[in-house]
């Protein structure tokens, strides 16, 4: 982490501590977009960084935005900074330019009919009711294009994931104004769900640190017999577990931030695959030290834990993945099979 990135850090840790509290997950939960939050972070430029100034971005390094998405995860902020920032890179992709304060993406059949109107549909669609903007990926004669579409134009029906956000589905029928779509590259649809992985990936990392913090505090605070839990030997051992998985999953993280802009399948598809084994012990061993106080609404463990399941399943399961890197590897021929998989380390 350089300097800048530090400061990032820091700043984002403030603003964070001061306008995510519990109260705003809550309160998103239930149905409140948080308006200042958002807001906020998008007049400091967060919502943007990575993106480049002819984009409409705040410019900066694609690392910086990977470390605003992860840290903003440690905090539960119930926004779509991960799914603003694919939004906006499918637009840089394709020569377009950011024009909306909130957006999303979907992933979902899309395609132009004969009479040039765009027709599909998307579930699982991440804060739709809340963005002014939707981008995905259509077929239009066998070429994929990058498609913005404004959610007062289509139909939205509201669902939730595990942990209260919202997960939607759509359906476009509509005819698209001259320059609200552009020529993708081929790969479109597979890169935008290397990077959502990649991003859940970065995501449950930052969850995962917070959840291992919350619990060593809640050991060493909470007393029991005349002591704190944290002296007992199974309770050290139980936190010992947790800091492994955790520390394992920032290894893996790494791994696949340096591979984001690449967007280099292997290194996300483990990352992600080894990220989501990570979150069943972390999660078990955290709610089991917390008791039944992680579960209360008063306390933020819930917070974590909850979008952690979730997340796990976003952009490919990990038994997805891993078939997926079982298939490259049964692909290879012998001479390079071997070297393939020794210089994963």
Not at 70 to 81: I, N, S, T, W, Y
Request: glycine letters at 8%; charged letters at 20%; proline letters at 3%.
């Amino acid at each position: 982490m350089n300097e800048q990135q530090q400061m990032i850090k820091d700043a984002l840790e403030r603003l964070l501590t001061d306008l995510c509290t519990a109260d705003v997950v809550n309160a998103a939960e239930a149905g409140e977009w948080p308006e200042e939050l958002w807001q906020t972070l998008t007049e400091t430029g967060l919502t943007l960084a990575g993106i480049s100034e002819q984009t409409g971005g705040t410019g900066g390094d694609v690392t910086d935005s990977l470390l605003v998405i992860r840290e903003a995860a440690r905090f539960a902020a119930p926004v779509p900074l991960a799914e603003h920032f694919l939004a906006a890179r499918l637009l840089e992709s394709s020569g377009m330019t950011v024009s909306q304060p909130v957006m999303t993406v979907a992933i979902g059949e899309s395609e132009f009919n004969s009479n040039g109107g765009l027709t599909g549909q998307a579930d699982h669609v991440a804060f739709a009711r809340w963005a002014d903007e939707i981008i995905l990926v259509a077929v239009r004669k066998s070429r994929p294009f990058v498609c913005r579409v404004n959610t007062s134009d289509i139909d939205i029906t509201r669902g939730t994931n595990l942990a209260g956000e919202p997960v939607d589905a759509i359906s476009v029928d509509l005819n698209l104004p001259d320059g609200s779509f552009a020529e993708a590259p081929e790969d479109s649809d597979r890169r935008l769900l290397l990077m959502g992985a990649a991003l859940r990936s970065l995501m449950m990392a930052g969850a995962l640190e917070s959840t291992l913090q919350m619990s060593v505090q809640y050991a060493m605070d909470r007393r029991q017999f005349g002591r704190p839990i944290s002296k007992f030997q199974a309770i050290q051992h139980q936190l010992a577990v947790l800091a492994g998985e955790s520390a394992a999953s920032t290894m893996a993280a790494h791994a696949i931030a340096a591979a984001f802009e690449g967007a280099v399948e292997t290194d996300i598809a483990i990352g992600k695959a080894r990220i989501g084994e990570a979150v069943s012990v972390c999660t078990d061993i955290a709610h089991q030290v917390h008791g039944a106080m992680g579960y209360t609404m008063e306390h933020s463990l819930n917070h974590r834990t909850r979008r952690l399941w979730s997340w796990r399943d976003d952009y490919g399961t990990e038994r997805y993945w891993q078939v997926q890197v079982g298939r490259k590897f049964l692909e290879a021929d012998a001479d390079s099979l071997w070297s393939g998989i020794t210089n994963l380390g």
